[in-house]
């Protein structure tokens, strides 16, 4: 189980990060890399006080499959993306097993179900405009912008690419809202099944009382 939740948490990781040519570049690696290794030569930049994405509030819950699990992702978040709140969980016996996240003040707090430990460390996140995407990052990312397609009601561009991880996604507003990907050789999908745009619950952001959070690099 936690390795499905850990391919849908990369999946995310790899694809929301996948290349943005508004920030500084990082150095390019000349041999062939691994997704993890692609994964450093991304360009990143501070989610604090900036607008990552075009929505200011919204609620969305996806569902994934991976490894054989079905898995939900149910994800908010307000100020543009500066305060999110995330739960990746599988449902065994009626009961919830997976892990919750909090970004709050440019720090991401995460903890495990039935935890009362967790970690605390500096939030960064790049959202790429595949609009506006740059030559250089289409022909080093390998991707090609199929055209549009609606996804539970949205608008989407998909979008189709080689690195870091050979996928297809439909995104909205800087949002993929559903992802085809080849994970180490897992088939995952990802689609969001319900988006509810408007004011988010602040309760959301406030950090649990039960949990200690360690600080991490």
């Known amino acids: 189980m936690k390795t499905a939740i850990s391919i849908i948490i990369c999946l995310f990781v790899l694809i929301l990060s996948s290349c943005n040519s508004n920030n500084k570049e990082s150095s390019e690696n000349k041999n062939e890399a691994s997704p993890a290794k692609e994964l450093n030569t991304i360009p990143e930049s501070t989610a604090s006080n900036r607008q990552l994405f075009a929505v200011e509030s919204a609620y969305f819950k996806f569902t994934s499959n991976a490894a054989g699990q079905q898995l939900t992702r149910e994800w908010c978040f307000d100020q543009y993306g500066n305060r999110q709140y995330e739960e990746n969980y599988m449902m065994i016996i009626g009961q919830k097993t997976g892990d919750k996240k909090i970004v709050v003040d440019g720090f991401q707090y995460l903890?495990?179900?039935?935890?009362?430990?967790?970690?605390?460390?500096?939030?960064?996140?790049?959202?790429?405009?595949?609009?506006?995407?740059?030559?250089?990052?289409?022909?080093?990312?390998?991707?090609?912008?199929?055209?549009?397609?609606?996804?539970?009601?949205?608008?989407?561009?998909?979008?189709?690419?080689?690195?870091?991880?050979?996928?297809?996604?439909?995104?909205?507003?800087?949002?993929?809202?559903?992802?085809?990907?080849?994970?180490?050789?897992?088939?995952?999908?990802?689609?969001?099944?319900?988006?509810?745009?408007?004011?988010?619950d602040k309760a959301f952001f406030i950090l649990p009382e039960n949990i200690t959070f360690r600080e991490t690099n």
């Open 111 to 200: 903890w495990n179900y039935d935890e009362t430990e967790g970690t605390k460390s500096k939030f960064y996140q790049t959202v790429t405009d595949y609009e506006k995407v740059s030559e250089k990052d289409i022909k080093r990312y390998g991707i090609d912008k199929i055209g549009y397609e609606d996804i539970i009601g949205r608008k989407c561009l998909k979008v189709t690419m080689e690195k870091p991880v050979k996928s297809t996604i439909w995104v909205w507003n800087g949002i993929v809202l559903k992802s085809e990907s080849d994970i180490a050789g897992n088939k995952v999908l990802m689609e969001a099944v319900e988006i509810n745009e408007g004011i988010v």
